[in-house]
T-cell receptor, first 115, second 115 residues
Framework: DSGVTQTPKHLITATGQRVTLRCSPR?????VYWYQQSLDQGLQFLIQ???????AKGNILERFSAQQFPDLHSELNLSSLELGDSALYFC??????????????FGPGTRLTVL | AQTVTQSQPEMSVQEAETVTLSCTYD???????LFWYKQPPSRQMILVIR??????QNATENRFSVNFQKAAKSFSLKISDSQLGDAAMYFC????????????FGAGTRLTVKP
């Protein structure tokens, strides 16, 4: 158990809908990262937040957005869903964002299925 | 942009034998971190081993060790005395000191362990 929690574990929805994925980082971790893993693919970095502020963006679609709240939990919002958005979405957390050895701990993931 | 290449989509090893998984990366940076993550059928991402680029000594974690060749931009993972529980997808990852620590993952190598 990494200490990172993600809810829900599974999500099934229809095209055009909007969903929210939730992540609680490990206690003490200020930085949250979101990744997307499509079927049998590596992880694609989406976005990073640090202490409530956006720090970096990767390959995140404009239909997707995220935020980190004062209690440090984060939500990833996916809207106007398409079939191709079906994937496993991981959240990871780390202590800081500074360049020092800084392991990212991954949550169990949320499996999103768009029908 | 940094890219990570895992040229072996699948590998197989006999239980108790040794297997080496390959990873190469492309970067113009001199300082960075490299990781190997394991993803078992549960889909949880588990850190196996990490290497700081400024360290010449290869990292070792019990049965897992790396062969880090900085000039060749190569970072292979050696698993000794393979166990059935080692069967998983293995992902090589690169983390830059820039770009706020987002990680770039390879496409993964599926390791099968034969009893």
């Amino acid at each position: 158990d990494s200490g990172v929690t993600q809810t829900p574990k599974h999500l099934i929805t229809a095209t055009g809908q909007r969903v929210t994925l939730r992540c609680s980082p490990r206690s003490g971790d200020l930085s949250v990262y979101w990744y997307q893993q499509s079927l049998d693919q590596g992880l694609q970095f989406l976005i990073q937040y640090y202490n409530g502020e956006e720090r970096a963006k990767g390959n995140i679609l404009e239909r997707f957005s995220a935020q980190q709240f004062p209690d440090l939990h984060s939500e990833l919002n996916l809207s106007s869903l398409e079939l191709g958005d079906s994937a496993l979405y991981f959240c990871a957390s780390s202590v800081s964002t500074s360049f020092s050895y800084n392991e990212q701990f991954f949550g169990p993931g949320t499996r999103l299925t768009v029908l | 942009a940094q890219t990570v290449t895992q040229s072996q989509p699948e590998m197989s090893v006999q239980e108790a034998e040794t297997v080496t998984l390959s990873c190469t990366y492309d970067t113009s940076e001199s300082d960075y971190y490299l990781f190997w993550y394991k993803q078992p059928p549960s889909r949880q991402m588990i850190l196996v081993i990490r290497q700081e680029a400024y360290k010449q000594q290869n990292a070792t974690e019990n049965r897992f060790s790396v062969n880090f060749q900085k000039a060749a931009k190569s970072f292979s993972l050696k698993i000794s005395d393979s166990q059935l529980g080692d069967a998983a997808m293995y992902f090589c990852a690169y983390r830059s000191p820039n770009n706020n620590n987002d990680m770039r993952f390879g496409a993964g190598t599926r390791l099968t362990v034969k009893p």
